[in-house]
């Protein structure tokens, strides 16, 4: 019994802006039938001694502490900029 229909594959396809041919599409409904059927066997597997996980390694946050530093002086920055005012620089309008 297959788990996904040629007009759920083709719905997909044309939500993903793809068009595909007869061939294509059996042959994806084909394919996509089979990921499915693996994806289903995990739901066979006994899991409940195993604990939830986010990542397959035991990794801890590795950012750096998040922390507030002087930035540049404000001269230093308008210093480059093509047009200020105000101590602030100034950008094209681009809302009409």
Known sequence: MSRISKDQVNHVANLARLEFNEEQTEKFTKQLDDII?????????????VEPTSHVLDIRNVLREDKAEPGLPQEEVLKNAPDTKDGQIRVPSIIE
């Open 37 to 49: 059927s693996l994806a289903e066997l995990l739901n066979e597997l006994d899991t409940t001694n």
